[in-house]
């Protein structure tokens, strides 16, 4: 039961994300770059949830999903932010 419940919870936060994302597909220059983090990175918020993401001509690619209170320029440092 309560694995259902998680996974419905997770269901529906990806499905928020996805809503959240919709302006970006039009706009995909509206969030604020991240050059500081990696060169071409932009960051869009949802809640307490910023979502890191790089846009080309045919899509936006989202790089990570980071809590508000965690450290970006740490975590982004560790991996791989190209498309």
Same mark, same amino acid.
């Given at each position: 039961?309560?694995?259902?419940?998680? *996974?419905?919870?997770?269901?529906?936060?990806v499905r928020?994300?996805?809503?959240? /994302? #919709?302006?970006l597909? =039009? @706009?995909?220059?509206?969030?604020?770059?991240?050059?500081?983090?990696?060169?071409?990175?932009?960051? @869009?918020? @949802?809640? #307490?949830?910023? /979502?890191?993401?790089? @846009? *080309?001509?045919?899509? =936006?690619?989202?790089?990570?999903?980071?809590?508000g209170?965690?450290?970006?320029?740490?975590? /982004?440092?560790?991996?791989? *932010?190209?498309?």
């Open positions: 039961m309560a694995e259902q419940r998680g *996974t419905a919870a997770a269901s529906a936060f928020n994300i996805q809503s959240r /994302l #919709k302006p597909l =039009v @706009h995909p220059e509206l969030g604020p770059r991240r050059d500081n983090l990696a060169p071409g990175l932009r960051v @869009h918020f @949802h809640q #307490k949830y910023a /979502l890191y993401y790089r @846009h *080309t001509d045919s899509e =936006v690619v989202i790089v990570r999903v980071l809590h209170s965690r450290d970006a320029r740490a975590l /982004l440092g560790e991996g791989d *932010t190209s498309p």
